[in-house]
């Protein structure tokens, strides 16, 4: 049964506590708890901007790319029901000013048809696509995956008939609490496979990549100059905002978009 709508003002009322929660899932009883009733089953993976991909090998026929996006338009060209959220939740209830409230998540699976019909609409795949290059242009990142928390708070069900796309700024997002989580919860939140992220030669450690630019906090300067730390989701913000544009982000050509849609599609039933 969908969630009552004051439950989801409550929900944006108590937002701001989510950093306060993430530490507490790090007492072994609560976090064992929290993960079984609310991250149970989950894999999301970060698409890096297409804007900033550099292709890491050869991909035929020549001069084609295929970018990290193409692994939301599969799953919606895959799924039968498509339903754009009025409203992103984590931007409302921070009263976000830099990037739109109404680029909300795009959710795919049958279990959309549950969703509170006042929270959003039904799409076409067309819409959909759409919805998705809007986010992008307004330099959002895409989170897509099985994500046990959004069953949760919009009272929806089975998780293997949701695929969450979410579309985050580095300011706002949910996921600003990995650097708090425990390991075993923020574990399930990971880099495209294939990702990689280089500080080439040309930083001079101006310090442009640290100005709240990574939710994860995986970048730190290490004498005069930016490194990534294992935390990095490889969203590629970073390389997008560099000054001098001395951070790069490859991958590994078609096979990264190829084994990220295998990977969800044993998660998530689309049909």
Known sequence: MARPLWFVALLKKTFSQRFLFARL???PIFGAMMDRLLFEGDDIVLLPRDAVIEVGEQVEPPGS???PSSVVDHFIDKARFHWIMNACICREASDCRKHPHDLGCLFLGEATRKI???LGRPATKEEAKEHLRRCREAGLVHLVGRNKIDTVWLGVGPGERLLTICNCCSCCCLWRM???L???????????PGVTVT???RCTGCGACLDDVCFAKAIEMVDGRARHTDACRGCGRCASLCPEGAIEVSYEGDRSPRVTIER???LVDLT
């Open 25 to 27: 899932t790090k007492v």
């Open 182 to 192: 425990t390991d075993r919860i923020g574990c399930k939140v990971g880099k495209m």
């Open 178 to 180: 990995l650097p708090y």
């Open 116 to 118: 509170h019909p006042k």
């Open 199 to 201: 500080v080439t030669d």
């Open 264 to 266: 969800l599609s044993r």
């Open 65 to 67: 790319v295929v970018l």
